[in-house]
């Protein structure tokens, strides 16, 4: 009787109720977890982070029932489309609990199944900044902002790998774009301010460096006359 009540009250979540097939589930699922606002890069997001996790944790509840209940549940119930969706969110919820070799699997799974999908391209690049790979990371920026060059967390993050990277001209411009497309994105004039800064102290380091060389070139120079 307990068992079946929290089933209910996870089925409510997505608007169904008692004896909802499983297809109508994932349809539910899928719908919910790929509105318009969570079409974010939901690390930074964390109210919507959370809502999120919530969901597709009732979702695998929901599954987990399923099965103990002897219902049939495989992934053959996915059509190829729902399938690449699932990988996504699978890959979306490892990100949020900072599991990221998880989540670059499922990412990976996602991409054989739509290159396309511009949110997926920007999480496979946070994935690789944050194992240092900044080279392959701007690949994936590179691609999602050529197909969405509207969209602010595709400059965002390009902008924070190309700075971590030590390309802070390129990441200055990159960060420009952002304030630009979102005047309001949260914490850009802080980015903008930081980064004028390291250019300049870049500079400043590259004379000194200069000067060190001719110093070292002149006392050189000295001793072999």
């Known amino acids: 009787m307990e068992n079946t009540e ?3 009250e996870l089925l409510r979540l997505f608007n169904l ?5 499983i297809q109508e589930i ?3 699922y899928l719908e919910k977890t790929l509105q ?3 079409q974010r890069i939901l690390i930074s997001q964390d109210i919507l982070k959370e809502e999120f996790i919530r969901l597709h944790e009732a979702f695998l509840k929901i599954l987990k029932i399923y099965q103990a209940a002897d219902r ?3 992934m053959s119930m996915f059509s190829q489309d729902q399938l690449g969706k699932f990988f996504f969110n699978q890959g979306v919820y490892a990100i949020c609990k900072d599991n990221y070799l998880q989540a670059s699997e499922k990412f990976q799974e996602a991409y054989r199944i739509n290159k396309r999908n511009v949110f997926l391209l ?3 690049g946070i994935i690789l900044t944050v194992r240092k790979n900044y080279y392959a990371a701007e690949k994936y920026f590179s691609e999602a902002t050529q197909r969405d060059p509207n969209y602010d967390d595709g400059w965002f993050y390009s902008a924070e790998n190309l700075f971590k ?3 802070f001209n390129a990441a200055y411009e990159c960060y420009d774009k952002t304030r ?10 802080l980015r903008i301010k930081e980064t004028k800064e390291a250019i300049i102290r870049k500079r400043r380091g590259g004379r000194k460096d200069s000067l060190l060389r001719r110093l070292v070139k002149y006392i050189r120079e000295a001793f072999e006359r």
């Open 6 to 8: 929290y089933l209910e």
């Open 17 to 21: 109720g008692k004896g909802a097939a």
């Open 26 to 28: 994932v349809e539910k």
């Open 36 to 38: 318009i606002k969570f």
């Open 72 to 74: 049939k549940v495989e």
């Open 122 to 124: 920007i999480y496979m």
């Open 165 to 167: 990277a030590g390309n």
């Open 180 to 189: 630009q497309i979102n005047p309001a994105y949260n914490g850009i004039s």
